[in-house]
C-alpha cells in the first residue's frame, strides 16, 4: 500500500529536498501551505505536479485536524517555523506561537485523528547556543540565546513528553545548521555565496556582515532530511543529533566562497552593527555518532563542497538572468 507522508512547512528548504526524497521513495506527499498574498512555490515548482498541497496553518488547530482527517498519513515531518533567529527578536510572541505551541497543535491533531501516525519535529542545535559542552550531542544541556532557541527547547520537550504520556512515535532530529542553494538570502552562508558571486560579476562591491568569529557546523540540507526520514523508519522512537562534527566559522565561509571565485573577501566586506545580535550564538559543532551508529547516516556534502555547490549556483542563475536580460536580483 502506498504510504502517505505530510510536511508542513513544505515550501521551505528542508520541505522542498524532504519532499523530493519521499516522492522517490514511492510515497504519496501532502504539503502543507500558509496562505498569503503572493505564493512563495519557487523551491517545490518543480515537483509541483507530484504533490498534493494543502493550506493550513500552526496557528490553526482545526486546519490541522482536518488536514490529517482528509489525507491520514503514516508519517508527519513538523518543518514549518518561524526559523530566521533575528526575526525572533523582533516578534518573540509570534515565534513562540508557530515553533513552541505550533508543535503541540500538531501533536494534539495527531493524537485526535489517530495515535499511530510518526511524527517527526524539527528541532535545532540553537537549542545548545551558549554550549555546555563541546561537542554538543543528546545529552548535552540546553542553553538557548534567543527567542528562538527558547520557542525550540519548548517543541523538543513537549515532542519527548507527548512520547512518553501518550506513548506516541514522536521523533526530534536536532539538526545542526544545514544550507544548500535553496537557502534563504537572509541566512549567513547564502548571504555569503548570492553577494560573492553578484561582486564578481561587478554588479555590487561591498558587503556589511555581522559576527565573523561566529562557527558552526554547516552540512548540506539535502543530506539532513534523509536523517529525519530514517528516524521515522525505526522500531522505537529517538532522538538523534544530526551534524558533520567539522566547525568553521564565518570568516572561513567567506575565504572559502570569495576565493573559490579568485576574490579576496577583505577587499570587500565591512562590519554592520545592524547583523550583530543582542545575544550570539558563538559556536557549534555536533556529535552525530548516535546517528551514525542507529541509523548507518553519513553526511556526503564537506564543507569546501557545500561552499563550492552553492557559489556556483548563485554564479550561474545571476549569469543567465544577465543574458536573458532579467534583473540580477532573487524573484
Ligand atoms: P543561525 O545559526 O540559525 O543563526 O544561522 P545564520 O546563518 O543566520 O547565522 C549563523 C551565524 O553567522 C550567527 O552566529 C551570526 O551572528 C553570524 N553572522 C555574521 N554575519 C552575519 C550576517 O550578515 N547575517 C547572518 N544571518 N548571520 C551572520
Redesign the pocket.
Known amino acids: 500500500m502506498q504510504r502517505t507522508a505530510l510536511i508542513t512547512g513544505v515550501t521551505g528548504q528542508d520541505g522542498s529536498y524532504l519532499a523530493e526524497l519521499l516522492l522517490d521513495e514511492g510515497y504519496r506527499v501532502v504539503g502543507m501551505v500558509r496562505r498569503g498574498s503572493s505564493p512563495n512555490y519557487h523551491r517545490i515548482e518543480h515537483i509541483m505536479d507530484r504533490l498534493v498541497l494543502e493550506q493550513g496553518d500552526l496557528l490553526d488547530q482545526v486546519s490541522l485536524i482536518q488536514i490529517l482527517r482528509r489525507h491520514r498519513p503514516q508519517e508527519v515531518y513538523n518543518l514549518a517555523a518561524m526559523s530566521?533567529?533575528?526575526t525572533s527578536w523582533e516578534q518573540p510572541v509570534l515565534t513562540a506561537e508557530f515553533t513552541a505551541v505550533g508543535v503541540t497543535r500538531v501533536l494534539d491533531a495527531i493524537r485526535m485523528v489517530d495515535p499511530t501516525i510518526r511524527v517527526y519535529q524539527a528541532s535545532s542545535s540553537?537549542m545548545f547556543g551558549k554550549v555546555q559542552e563541546v561537542p554538543q550531542r543528546e545529552t548535552t544541556p540546553f542553553y538557548p540565546r534567543s527567542p528562538y532557541g527558547v520557542a525550540k527547547v519548548y517543541g523538543h520537550w513537549i515532542t519527548i513528553n507527548y512520547r512518553e504520556s501518550y506513548d506516541l512515535f514522536a521523533v526530534s532530529g536536532i539538526l545542526f545548521?544545514h544550507e544548500s542553494p535553496r537557502r534563504g538570502l537572509?541566512?549567513?552562508?547564502r548571504?555569503v555565496t548570492y553577494n560573492a558571486a553578484r561582486i564578481k560579476l561587478g554588479l555590487q562591491d561591498r558587503l556589511?556582515?555581522?559576527?565573523?568569529d561566529?562557527k558552526?557546523d554547516w552540512g548540506f540540507a539535502g543530506d539532513y532530511v534523509r536523517a529525519m526520514w530514517l528516524m521515522l523508519q525505526q522500531d522505537k522512537p529517538d532522538d538523534f543529533v544530526v551534524a558533520t562534527g567539522e566547525q568553521h566559522s564565518?570568516r572561513e565561509l567567506l575565504e572559502a566562497a570569495f576565493g573559490h571565485l579568485g576574490l579576496d573577501y577583505q577587499d570587500h566586506v565591512y562590519t554592520d552593527p545592524q547583523?550583530?545580535?543582542p545575544a550570539?550564538?558563538y559556536e557549534l559543532v555536533g556529535d552525530a555518532s548516535k546517528a551514525r551508529r542507529v541509523l548507518g547516516w553519513e553526511p556526503q556534502v564537506s564543507f569546501h563542497e557545500l561552499v563550492e555547490m552553492m557559489v556556483e549556483h548563485d554564479l550561474k542563475m545571476l549569469e543567465e538572468k544577465i543574458a536573458t536580460g532579467r534583473p540580477p536580483t532573487i524573484d
Open positions: 530566521f533567529v533575528p540553537e545548521n537572509e541566512f549567513v552562508t548571504k556589511p556582515m555581522g559576527n565573523l561566529a558552526r564565518v547583523f550583530l545580535r550570539d550564538v
